[in-house]
Structures are given as C-alpha cells and as structure tokens.
C-alpha cells in the first residue's frame, strides 16, 4: 500500500472509532444547523479533528480542504487532502447506517489516492492512482452491464437547493424508465463506492461538494469506470454536478440528463 494511502486509511479508521463510539448515543449530541437539511454534530467535528491531526503529524505542510472546517494552505500545496469526517450526517442522526468517512489526496490537481471507510459494516474501500481500487484487499471493478437496461441506480436529491428539485425529477424520470431500480441512500461516497465494487450499475446527483465525491470518483475510475459532469467533462468537483458508472452506462446516462437541463443549470 502506498505510504500516504496507509496513512489516510490509519486516520479513516480513526475517525470510524469515533462515530461508532457515538452511534448508540446520538440524541445527546450537539447538532447545529449550517444551512437548511445540513447538519452538523459534534461528532462530525471530533472525527475530522481526528483526521486532521493523523495526517498533519505525517505531512504537516501539504494542504487540507475539510468539510467543516474548510481549507487550510500550507507550505507545499502540490499535495491537498480532501476530507468529508462523515458523509451522511443525517443518516448517522437519525440511526440510519448509511454514512461514511471520506479522504482522498490530490496531487497536483489530479486524484492520486482515496478511502472511503464504512464504520458500521467496516467495509474499507481503498484506490492509488494507477493501481486500481480494491475493498477490503480485494481488488473490485465496475459492473460490466451494456446499458440501462436492468441497471440499478444511484442518486441523492437537492436537498440544499429546492429549486433544483423540478429539473432533478426530470432526469429521475428520464433514467427510471429503463433500469431495474434507483436508490436513494444518503450518502454520495458510499454511492460512488458501490459503483465501483458493481453494487450499484450508475449515479448521478446535482450540487455535491468536493469533499463528497474526491474520494469515490478515484474510487469508480481505478475500477474501470468513468465520472464526469453533466457536460460529459471531468469539472465535476467544481460543478457538483455528478455522472458515474462503466462506460457504457456513463454514456446512457449522459445522454437521458443531458436535454433534461435547462440552460441556466451549470453542468
């Protein structure tokens, strides 16, 4: 395992002791409200410490973009960490077991290594760039389906932004018509996980931010897939705007979302 994966796979399981430690007791923590359907627990807080802490003692100049506690430069920012302490917060609040920790390293502008850590199940799904993706040590690859037909999807809603809700029910529309299903399990690291160990076929979900999607998107292309925005390019860490799946299927979903988008919609 590369040095730097081992590292973010140390921390990942770190911050996973912290919300399972925390899962049998979530009505007393302290849940803040950043905006409206996000949310933010004291756990979230001390998982990302805790993440942050095992890389800065291994790396202390390379960069860090975190969810709740947003970016920090530091001397050598050819190297930035990506870090979502727990992706799926509502979810852990509610009782839900669908969340996890997501990590991944940038290098260079380029994704170079991922973890995203299940701390329920303690599946560790793990990818270095060149080097495949793998789950639990196993090496895993996308589903080898040749389209939509009997696929099972992917997707998350708008929660931040209703008024995306009109358009996002139109690519619902488009997609569901042809596959054999589409879930909605709350947690867009997990999802793209699941793509890439052939658990799910597709994803797709408007307005991610970076640290939901770094990490699994290395993990979807490492095992044989593809990701890419609306637009059919690779902007979306800055778009938000998701597309994974094989190539086959990328490229059928691509084409049932696309004429879905009004012109103001960023792709």
Known sequence: MHPMLNTAVRAARQ???????????VDSLKVDSKSRNDFVSDVDRLAEETIIQTLRKAYPNHAILAEESGAAEY??????????????????????????VSIALQYRG????????DPISQDLYTASRGNGAQLNGRRIRVAARKGLE???????????????????LET????????????????AAL???YVAAGRLDGFWEFDLKPWDTAA??????EAGGKVGDFAGGEDYLQSGNVIAGNLKVFEAMHQLIKPCL????KR
């Open 75 to 100: 001397g050598n920012d050819e190297y930035r960490w990506i870090i979502d302490p727990l992706d799926g917060t509502t979810n852990f609040l509610h009782g839900f077991p669908q969340f996890a």
């Open 262 to 265: 009004p012109p103001e919609i």
């Open 191 to 193: 999802d793209l996980a």
């Open 15 to 25: 911050a996973g002791t912290v919300i399972s430690r925390s899962f049998s007791h």
């Open 110 to 117: 380029k994704l170079d290594q991922a973890v995203v850590y």
């Open 150 to 168: 009997g696929a099972l999807l992917g997707t998350g809603f708008p929660f931040r932004r209703h008024e995306l809700l009109d358009t996002y």
């Open 172 to 187: 619902f529309k488009a997609l569901f018509a042809d596959t054999a299903g589409i879930r909605r399990p709350g947690s």
């Open 216 to 221: 699994g998107a290395l993990l979807v292309m």
